[in-house]
């Protein structure tokens, strides 16, 4: 059964900092693995979508990387600003879509 | 191109009664998702329809139940509601052609069940 985990749970950085958020699933065999920004009572919005195929995709200053073999995406967040404070979800997707619980970010003025 | 639209925003229901929920996927997607979200916790799948056809389903019981029309437009209707019904309900459209399998997620509807 396929489990996705994102660490931490919560985070808080100053404004302009760079940071790394982590997300591990248990079962390699996925299709892609998708990042999801959602602010407070919200819907999603996609950040970055990575085919299993792929290593990385990148838009702004966002960056995703896959390593399907230890099970492991990093999404990284360079020079952070407030607009960035939201919950960053992780999902992937084998014969349906899994989502972690989610990293609930808060960049400090 | 028309994003993923969904309705009611926000719904107040009572224990045991029905609901029904409605999904505009977006322009040229034929594959609808649907997610319930708790307070504090990642969506969890519910079901997925492409071309009309139920083609996949979590581990929901059979009171929640979906349709999809000829316009990819979609439903889910949830009977008996309980009170841990209550969440925000996320439909997500996708395709399989372009960059497939990629989720656009509309708004949601929030069910309060009292």
Not at chain 2, 29 to 47: C, D, E, K, M, R
Request: one cysteine or more; charged letters at 15%.
């Amino acid at each position: 059964k396929q489990e996705v985990t994102q660490i931490p749970a919560a985070l808080s950085v100053p404004e302009g900092e760079n940071l790394v958020l982590n997300c591990s699933f248990t079962d390699s065999a996925i299709y892609n693995l998708q990042w999801f920004r959602q602010d407070p009572g919200k819907g999603l919005t996609s950040l970055l979508l990575i085919q299993s195929s792929q290593r990385e995709q990148t838009s702004g200053r966002l960056n995703a990387s896959l390593d399907k073999s230890s099970g492991r995406s990093t999404l990284y967040i360079a020079a952070s600003q407030p607009g960035d404070s939201a919950t960053y979800l992780c999902a992937v997707r084998d014969d349906k879509i899994i989502f972690g619980k989610g990293t609930r970010l808060h960049i400090l003025p | 191109e028309t994003g993923v639209t969904q309705s009611p925003t926000h719904l107040i229901k009572t224990r045991g009664q029905q609901v029904t929920l409605r999904c505009s996927s977006q322009s040229g997607h034929n594959t609808v998702s649907w997610y319930q979200q708790a307070l504090g916790q990642g969506p969890q799948f519910i079901f997925q329809y492409y071309r009309e056809e139920e083609n996949g389903r979590g581990n929901f019981p059979p009171r929640f139940s979906g349709l999809q029309f000829p316009n990819y437009s979609s439903e889910l209707n949830v009977n008996a509601l309980e009170l841990d019904d209550s969440a925000l309900y996320l439909c997500a459209s996708s395709t399989s052609t372009g960059s497939p399998y990629e989720q656009y997620f509309g708004p949601g509807t929030r069910l309060t069940v009292t």
